[in-house]
């Protein structure tokens, strides 16, 4: 068994897999009895596939927040790029652990190369001038297991620094920040793990804070 998910875990780029399923194959002798019953990590490490727009509401520190929750792929993008002339604010995931894939939809095309030109069209667009952008940079706990393994130069051939965490994921947040082509806006970036439920906490007080800092100035009464 372990055997079989060195070689899979060495492997995992080459495939369409899911990032959970490790996890999951791990756990495959505790989910297979009939008492099995999903902790609250197996719950966060579950995925579902964005389609569409999912609109999710939800009051925190006596806010009252409108979540837009729309889907990545190149097929879904028509559904949603024109509905958010007036939101408040952009998150952006980027799944750092994806550098050395490529897309479901196009396997001649690198997954971070692809997300690299939707921030560019995002940030840049007409309609967001005024908009806050916040990027955050996903999955840091696969990209630090992944990064001692796989170069970053797979990505970035002309990536000269080490490949540790630290070095490459600043790396790769100066490309997405190098997007920007206003002076006047300010990318605001996380390095996050969205099963990581205090680094969740900590990311979320500090976006919040941003969407209020911005709604005043906006108000004028900043």
């Given at each position: 068994k372990k055997k079989t998910n060195d070689a899979f875990l060495f492997r995992s780029n080459e495939y369409q897999l899911n990032d959970s399923a490790k996890y999951f194959l791990d756990k495959l002798d505790e989910i297979g009895q009939a008492s099995y019953l999903p902790s609250t990590q197996d719950i966060l490490r579950t995925r579902v596939k964005t389609t569409g727009i999912v609109e999710i509401n939800f009051s925190f520190k006596d806010l009252n927040f409108r979540v837009f929750d729309v889907g990545g792929q190149?097929?879904?993008r028509k559904k949603w790029i024109h509905c958010f002339e007036d939101v408040t604010a952009i998150i952006f995931i980027v799944a750092l652990s994806e550098y050395d894939q490529v897309l479901v939809e196009d396997e001649t095309t690198n997954?971070?190369?692809e997300s690299l030109r939707l921030f560019d069209s995002i940030c840049?667009?007409?309609?967001f001038v005024n908009t806050s952008i916040i990027l955050f940079?996903?999955?840091?706990?696969?990209?630090?297991?992944?990064?001692a393994r796989s170069s970053l130069r797979k990505c970035f051939p002309e990536y000269q620094g080490k490949d540790d965490y630290t070095e490459a994921s600043e790396y790769i947040q100066a490309q997405f920040v190098a997007q920007n082509k206003s002076e006047q806006k300010e990318i605001y970036c996380h390095l996050t793990c969205a099963t990581d439920t205090q680094?969740?906490?900590f990311v979320f007080d500090a976006v919040t804070d941003v969407i209020i800092t911005n709604n005043l100035r906006a108000s004028g009464l900043y």
């Open positions: 190149r097929s879904e997954r971070m190369h840049n667009n007409k309609w940079l996903n999955k840091k706990d696969l990209f630090e297991e992944k990064i680094n969740v906490q």
